[in-house]
């Protein structure tokens, strides 16, 4: 199972779709995400649950209305 997102911030919506997909005895393989922001912890809570994450976009920071992307 791959489960897509918009936007990875602190993770919790795909933990609950985690719980959704072991409930159903399905394998998470993935997540893919179109927008993480890279400055909040979502994508480490889920390297601790041994989910790997793909981000087409990172955002490093937003501030005053300014977004400044990773590399």
Wanted: proline share 1%; charged share 30%.
């Amino acid at each position: 199972m791959l489960i897509l997102d918009d936007f990875l911030a602190n993770g919790e919506a795909i933990k609950g779709l985690k719980q959704i997909v072991d409930l159903s005895g399905a394998t998470l393989e993935g997540v893919g995400v179109v927008i993480e922001k890279s400055y909040q912890p979502g994508r480490e809570k889920l390297r601790a649950l041994g989910i790997e994450v793909k981000a087409l976009a990172k955002i490093k920071t937003m501030h005053a209305g300014k977004i400044l992307f990773e590399d």
